[in-house]
């Protein structure tokens, strides 16, 4: 019997099964306001029927000027939380654990959508904004970002604190700081982004600083009984850049501050990164920080067969795995595939009974 299919208990949450769904921008956003719409409750809300045992919401910006496009979701106001709220409650009803990632997409900001005309940054006349950034480093093809003041950081903690609190009250169970694929917290840990003489530049514990001030923040504020999830891009795919040592060190690092679990990922940071693709390619990335670090790790990267993700659990080189466009294709995947191993889930929507493998 797989243990893909058995739950996993973190803190006071208990996950039903080891099939999540992964961190999804949708760039639906309607008004620009940050506030979710129906395609949100749809979207996330299938994979929660479709038996998924977590569900990561979107990057969701803790801050206006924190959102990857204008069309992003966010979470720094009330009206934001209530609109998550709704959201919350149909995926607690079908079962699976609603999650939420907080990010800040710094230099990565104010940009197009992906199938806007459009490339690059928005510019203020069409509703973007400058982005911030460790430094006043472009990502390639954008404009260049204001470096943060010293002064100013105390306030990107105060920003992921406050999110954090209306995430809870708005029903989360679960709450992921965003630290990967280039955008804020990742470039401040990078030394390609972050050239920083301050108490948050140079040195890897240095670089760490403010990931590590929010974990400890965050987790003074929410209490002991929510998880708490840290994503990290493990290697930027480049030379001289961020990697898996680090990687694993820091990871040890925040859970020593307060996190709990880690969900592994790669890239984004630069655009000249030079990855070799295949099934489960960043697979080794978490078993190896799962091991250095000592703590729980999930993967995430072409994962789309069901003994394929059951073999990596199985094996231990991860604790769950993260299924992103896997899922776009096929929303019930965590039901089909526990028909195809075998297992007997008793979370199968009674609407869809007729349609249980037998």
Known sequence: MSRLFDPLVIRSVEIRNRVWAAPMCQYSVEREDGVPVDWHLVN?????????????TEATAV??????????????????????????????????????????AGRKASTFRPWAAQRGTVPPELGGWQPVAPSAIAFEGYAQPRALETAELAGVVEAFVAA??????????????????????HEFLSPLSNRRTD?????????????????????????????LFVRFSATDWADDGWDETQT??????????????FDISAGGLVAHQRITVGPGYQVPL?????????????????????????????????????????????PNFALRAAGELGVDVDYWPPQYLRARPR
């Open 63 to 104: 801050s206006p000027e924190g959102r990857i496009s204008p069309q992003d979701t966010g979470i720094w106001n009330d009206e934001q939380r209530d609109a998550w709220a709704r959201i919350v409650a149909f995926i607690r009803s079908q079962g699976a654990v609603p999650a939420i990632q907080l990010a800040h």
């Open 286 to 330: 978490t078993e190896h920080i799962r091991a250095a670090a000592e703590v729980q790790a999930s993967a995430v990267g072409l994962i789309t067969e069901a003994r394929q993700a059951a073999e990596i659990v199985d094996s231990g080189r991860a604790d769950a795995v993260l299924l992103a466009r896997e899922l776009l294709r096929d």
């Open 248 to 261: 694993a060190i820091v990871a040890g690092w925040a859970a020593e501050a307060g996190a709990d679990f």
């Open 44 to 56: 996330l809300g299938g994979f929660a029927r479709g038996g998924a045992g977590l569900v990561l």
């Open 199 to 227: 108490a948050y530049g140079g040195s890897l514990e240095n670089r760490a600083r403010l990931l590590l001030e929010i974990v400890r923040a965050v987790r003074a504020e929410v209490g002991e009984a929510v998880p």
């Open 164 to 185: 954090a609190l209306r995430a809870i009250a708005g029903g989360f169970e679960v709450l992921e700081i965003h630290a990967a694929h280039g955008y804020l917290l």
